[in-house]
């Protein structure tokens, strides 16, 4: 089955750079369709969709967090990685990555279970 | 970016009433790729519907989604005690995919 796992700090500090891991299983990056997104979610606030990575590497990124972010895959690990720069304590929310599949077009059908950021100094 | 809005924001019913919530694009969502998703407190978001109107896997067919174009809309024809959530819609026709602000079904 499909698993979907988030890792990486709890706490950065303002102006520091957020690096988050998604470590997966049970789907290849490499499989035609496929893509892994991260979200996020402020607390007590709604979701947000901030980037996307393509199996034939593509990129798509929110356009109000373009130029801080970036995706990465590495499918011989089964893992994607985004960083997000100049963090400010706004950023402090969960953070989930998510699958998807053209091929069953049914958007983000399989969610890792989130990882609290709080940015603080 | 196509902006999502949901109405209502919050919804207060009491178990075995219809829901009916409701998800209104700013431009026609391609494909009428438009899912809806199930939040709990504590929980990561749970696909219900895909393509509009498709329910996913495991999905108890009290959840129905329907519309096209920039009008959809999710009912839940008899409110059980584990549907209170808060349920967000998501287009991902086009590039950024973008979600509404949620609507909290709440219990009267």
């Known amino acids: 089955q499909i698993t979907l796992k988030e890792s990486g700090p709890t706490l950065v500090k303002p102006t520091q750079t957020l690096t988050l891991t998604c470590t997966f299983s049970?789907?290849?990056?490499?499989?035609?369709?496929?893509?892994v997104s991260w979200i996020r979610q402020p607390p007590g606030k709604a979701l947000e969709w901030l980037a996307l990575i393509y199996w034939d590497d593509d990129k798509r990124y929110s356009p109000s967090l373009n130029s801080r972010l970036t995706i990465t895959k590495d499918t011989s690990k089964n893992q994607v990685v985004l960083t997000m720069t100049n963090m400010d304590p706004r950023d402090t929310a969960t953070y989930y990555c998510a699958h998807s599949d053209w091929g069953v077009a049914a958007g983000l059908d399989y969610w890792g279970q989130g990882t609290l950021v709080t940015v603080s100094s | 970016e196509i902006v999502l809005t949901q109405s209502p924001g919050t919804l207060s019913l009491s178990p075995g009433e219809r829901a009916t919530l409701s998800c209104r694009a700013s431009q026609s969502v391609g494909g009428s790729y438009l899912a809806w998703y199930q939040q709990k407190p504590g929980q990561a978001p749970r696909l219900l519907i895909y393509g509009a109107s498709s329910r996913a896997t495991g999905i108890p067919d009290r959840f129905s989604g329907s519309g096209s174009g920039t009008d959809f809309t999710l009912t839940i024809s008899r409110l059980e005690p584990e549907d209170f959530a808060v349920y967000y819609c998501?287009?991902?026709?086009?590039?950024?995919?973008?979600f509404g602000q949620g609507t909290k079904v709440e219990i009267k």
């Open positions: 049970g789907f290849s990056l490499s499989s035609s369709g496929v893509g």
């Open positions: 998501q287009q991902y026709g086009s590039s950024p995919w973008t």
